[in-house]
C-alpha cells in the first residue's frame, strides 16, 4: 500500500512538472502562476502546494528533474568512454545538453529572484561540495593542471559556463555560432585553464571514471530527491 502511494505520488508530482515545463516553455518566461500549474494538470491549486510550499520551490523542482536527467546523461557517457570524465568534455556535454532542453533555456534566462532560489537549494542541497568531490576526483588522479585548487577551479569554471549561457544575446546574430561551436569555445577556455598541457593518458581516466559516476550519480539522487520533494 505504500509503496503503491509513493507511485502515485511520483506520477501526480510528474504530472505537475509536466505542466510547469509547458507553461515556462510556451511563455518563455518564469512568471507563471501555480493555478495555471494546477488547471493544466487538472487537479486543485492546492495539490501543487502538496508537494512543494511555493512557487519558488515548483520552479527549483522543474530545474532540479532537468538536472536529474542532463546527469544521467553525463554518468552513461563515462561509463561508455572513461575519457569523457575530463573536465573539458564534461562542460561541453552539459553545456549541450542544458541549451537543447528548452525548459533550462527559460530557466537560465530567469530573473534575479529565481536565480537567487536556484542558488540557495544549491548550496543547501550540497551541490557545490558535489562538484567539489568531482573536482576532487580529478586533481587525485593528475587530471587538472598541478598547483591549482579545485576551489578555485570551481569558482571559474561556474563563472566561464555561466558567461556562455548568458553572453547570446548580447552579441550579433550569426548563424554560424550554433550550439556545437559555443559548447567547442567553452570545453576550450576550461581545457587551456585548467587541464594539464600534456594529454593525461587514458589509464588516468580509468581510474578515475568509477568515482567520478559515483559522484554524478550522488548529484542526480539528490536533484531528484529536491525535484519530487522526498
Given at each position: 500500500?505504500?509503496?503503491?502511494?509513493?507511485?502515485?505520488?511520483?506520477?501526480r508530482?510528474d504530472?505537475?512538472?509536466?505542466?510547469?515545463?509547458?507553461?515556462?516553455?510556451?511563455?518563455?518566461s518564469?512568471?507563471?502562476?501555480?493555478?495555471?500549474?494546477?488547471?493544466?494538470?487538472g487537479?486543485g491549486?492546492?495539490?501543487?502546494?502538496?508537494?512543494?510550499?511555493?512557487?519558488?520551490?515548483?520552479?527549483?523542482?522543474?530545474?532540479?528533474?532537468?538536472?536529474?536527467?542532463?546527469?544521467?546523461?553525463?554518468?552513461?557517457?563515462?561509463?561508455?568512454d572513461?575519457?569523457?570524465?575530463?573536465?573539458?568534455?564534461?562542460?561541453?556535454?552539459?553545456?549541450?545538453?542544458?541549451?537543447?532542453?528548452?525548459?533550462?533555456?527559460?530557466?537560465?534566462?530567469?530573473?534575479?529572484?529565481?536565480?537567487?532560489?536556484?542558488?540557495?537549494?544549491?548550496?543547501r542541497?550540497?551541490?557545490?561540495?558535489?562538484?567539489?568531490?568531482?573536482?576532487d576526483?580529478?586533481?587525485?588522479?593528475r587530471?587538472?593542471?598541478?598547483?591549482?585548487?579545485?576551489?578555485?577551479v570551481?569558482?571559474?569554471?561556474?563563472?566561464?559556463?555561466?558567461?556562455?549561457?548568458?553572453?547570446?544575446?548580447?552579441?550579433a546574430?550569426?548563424?554560424?555560432?550554433?550550439?556545437?561551436y559555443?559548447?567547442?569555445?567553452?570545453?576550450?577556455?576550461?581545457?587551456?585553464?585548467?587541464?594539464?598541457?600534456?594529454?593525461?593518458?587514458?589509464?588516468?581516466?580509468?581510474?578515475?571514471a568509477?568515482?567520478v559516476?559515483?559522484?554524478?550519480t550522488r548529484s542526480?539522487?539528490?536533484?531528484?530527491?529536491?525535484?519530487y520533494?522526498?
Amino acid at each position: 500500500m505504500v509503496r503503491t502511494q509513493r507511485v502515485d505520488l511520483g506520477r501526480r508530482a510528474d504530472a505537475l512538472l509536466d505542466a510547469a515545463a509547458e507553461l515556462l516553455v510556451a511563455g518563455r518566461s518564469t512568471r507563471i502562476r501555480v493555478e495555471d500549474v494546477a488547471a493544466r494538470a487538472g487537479v486543485g491549486k492546492g495539490t501543487v502546494y502538496l508537494h512543494w510550499p511555493s512557487r519558488e520551490q515548483l520552479l527549483v523542482a522543474v530545474g532540479a528533474r532537468e538536472a536529474a536527467a542532463m546527469l544521467g546523461v553525463v554518468v552513461g557517457a563515462v561509463e561508455a568512454d572513461p575519457a569523457e570524465a575530463a573536465l573539458h568534455r564534461y562542460l561541453r556535454r552539459h553545456f549541450l545538453e542544458a541549451v537543447r532542453r528548452p525548459v533550462l533555456a527559460v530557466l537560465f534566462g530567469a530573473a534575479a529572484p529565481e536565480l537567487d532560489a536556484f542558488a540557495r537549494e544549491r548550496a543547501r542541497s550540497g551541490q557545490g561540495t558535489a562538484a567539489h568531490a568531482y573536482l576532487d576526483v580529478l586533481a587525485e588522479h593528475r587530471l587538472l593542471r598541478s598547483g591549482i585548487e579545485p576551489a578555485d577551479v570551481d569558482y571559474g569554471v561556474q563563472a566561464v559556463a555561466y558567461g556562455f549561457f548568458r553572453v547570446e544575446p548580447l552579441q550579433a546574430v550569426d548563424p554560424e555560432r550554433t550550439s556545437e561551436y559555443r559548447a567547442e569555445r567553452l570545453s576550450e577556455v576550461v581545457r587551456r585553464a585548467y587541464e594539464p598541457l600534456q594529454e593525461p593518458s587514458m589509464e588516468h581516466y580509468r581510474a578515475a571514471a568509477p568515482q567520478v559516476i559515483e559522484v554524478f550519480t550522488r548529484s542526480a539522487d539528490e536533484f531528484r530527491r529536491i525535484a519530487y520533494g522526498n
